[in-house]
């Protein structure tokens, strides 16, 4: 019973986050700053969550550091994303053989 609870309660703040600007915010933005600001929110937020993942998602910590200097090359030399992520987890995979 538990459960559905939780599921409840974080359907609601879900769907609150998604709701309440809308609700709010019913005029055109103006302000160039505030505007700036949701532009690069989306990709701080994205680099936060996937930072921590990178670091932690393989069984050693120098793994991960190789996994993410390889994606960090390949995206400087602008490689495609398909390119960046597949050399990335072969590196990663040949660094865990070791």
Do not use: Q
Not at 25 to 54: C, E, H, Q, W
Not at 81 to 90: D, E, G, M, N, Q
């Amino acid at each position: 019973m538990n459960l559905i609870g939780y599921i409840l309660v974080m359907a609601g703040v879900t769907y609150g986050v998604r709701c309440l600007p809308l609700v709010l915010l019913r005029k055109d933005i103006t302000n160039v700053y505030v505007r700036s600001f949701f532009k690069y929110i989306p990709y701080a937020v994205l680099g936060s969550m996937t930072f921590p993942a990178i670091l932690y998602a393989t069984g050693s910590m120098i793994s991960a550091l190789a996994g993410l200097l390889t994606a960090a090359v390949l995206a400087y030399l602008e490689k495609s994303l398909l390119t960046v992520a597949s050399i990335a987890c072969v590196v990663v995979f040949l660094v865990e053989m070791l």
